[in-house]
């Protein structure tokens, strides 16, 4: 069946990095756009990167533009967000998800994606 499992959570103080991990198995990964979301307590799933199948295109958020980094390992079936330059406002639970397009307006909008994992919490905290 279907598996995203994310991993490469944690605590972490402000200006520090962590770099998660997303495993994908049981559909074909590198038709996909593979996208991270977040979500903060009492907020709703918000967009964070996307990568599109082959890796050349990419999309960011405002917020994280310049700080984070994704990409994908189609070889592995593995996707990455390297995140840098931390702040309290980056906490939350973090989710990869598979999106069967790439066309802008589908990438940021978490109701377009097929498959989510089951998520990993960032904390940034002092």
């Known amino acids: 069946q279907v598996q995203l499992v994310e991993s490469g959570g944690g605590l972490v103080q402000p200006g520090g990095s962590l770099n998660l991990s997303c495993a994908a198995a049981?559909?074909?990964?590198?038709?996909?756009?593979m996208g991270w979301f977040r979500q903060a307590p009492g907020k709703e799933r918000e967009f964070v990167a996307a990568i599109s199948w082959s890796g050349v295109n990419i999309h960011y958020s405002d917020s994280v533009m310049g700080r984070f980094t994704i990409s994908r390992d189609n070889t592995k079936l593995k996707v990455f967000l390297q995140m840098n330059s931390l702040t309290p406002e980056d906490t939350g639970v973090y989710y990869c998800?598979?999106?069967?397009?790439?066309?802008?307006?589908?990438?940021?909008?978490?109701?377009?994606?097929?498959?989510w994992g089951q998520g990993t919490q960032v904390t940034v905290s002092s």
């Open positions: 998800g598979a999106c069967a397009t790439y066309k802008r307006s589908w990438i940021v909008t978490a109701s377009f994606y097929d498959y």
């Open positions: 049981g559909f074909t990964f590198d038709d996909y756009t």
